[in-house]
């Protein structure tokens, strides 16, 4: 079935420092793919998403590429603030409805 | 935007004891909410699709007797764990799509510890 693999954590950065978060995926077809943020004591929020292949799905400074070659949808983001500091979740469905998600990174930046 | 709120955020029960989860849309009909589990670590699993007016359908390996899923209304999903046991310990999320967009919000979660 559809899983998500994504780059264990916990990342540890300095402020202003280059981001890069792994994600691959492992799917039939074309499914969406999504980037999920969680601060802390708060419920998921959406980021980021691309829905076809070659799309990059941008929000508040991030970026993710949909590559179809590869299956993967990397996160980046050109220069962390202290406030990304949250658990980052890449996921994918084919409906919107049965979203799977990979394991969450920890992202903590340090001034 | 649209809000999901799940109540309570964290609780605390003995083993044997029953725990009701709540999860409300707050601005939006949800004729459909999403319950998923997440254990230390690892990424959100499904356990049960919860349908306004008609049972739940459970993913596999999810038992529907453990897990009762109630969809009261167009605003409303309950879970609750019967009988709970230390092993049901884990962070209990649900989402619902918002009719009018697709787009899926989420829960703050409820972290359930079981003694």
């Known amino acids: 079935g559809d899983s998500v693999t994504q780059m264990e954590g916990p990342v540890t950065l300095s402020e202003e420092a280059f981001l890069t978060i792994n994600c691959t995926y492992t799917?039939?077809?074309?499914?969406?793919l999504f980037w999920y943020v969680q601060y802390p004591g708060e419920g998921l929020q959406l980021l980021l998403k691309a829905t076809k292949a070659d799309d990059k799905g941008s929000n508040k400074g991030f970026e993710a590429t949909y590559r179809k070659e590869t299956t993967s949808f990397h996160l980046e983001k050109g220069s962390v603030q202290v406030s990304d500091s949250a658990v980052y979740f890449c996921a994918l469905t084919h409906n919107n409805n049965d979203m799977r998600f990979g394991a969450g990174t920890r992202l903590t930046v340090k001034p | 935007g649209a809000v999901v709120s799940q109540h309570p955020s964290w609780v605390i029960c003995k083993s044997g004891t029953s725990v009701k989860i709540e999860c409300r849309s707050l601005?939006?009909?949800?004729?459909?909410m999403f319950w998923y589990r997440q254990f230390p670590k690892q990424s959100l699993m499904l356990m049960a699709t919860?349908?306004?007016?008609?049972?739940?359908?459970?993913e596999q390996g999810v038992e529907k007797d453990k897990f009762l899923i109630n969809h009261a209304s167009l605003t409303l999903s309950t879970l609750t764990v019967t009988s709970a046991h230390p092993e049901d310990s884990s962070f209990y999320i649900c989402?619902?799509?918002?009719?009018?967009?697709?787009?899926?919000?989420f829960g703050e979660g409820s972290r359930l510890t079981v003694l």
């Open positions: 601005d939006f009909q949800a004729t459909t």
């Open positions: 919860s349908n306004e007016g008609s049972k739940a359908t459970y």
């Open positions: 989402s619902a799509p918002d009719r009018g967009t697709g787009e899926l919000f």
């Open positions: 799917a039939t077809g074309y499914p969406s």
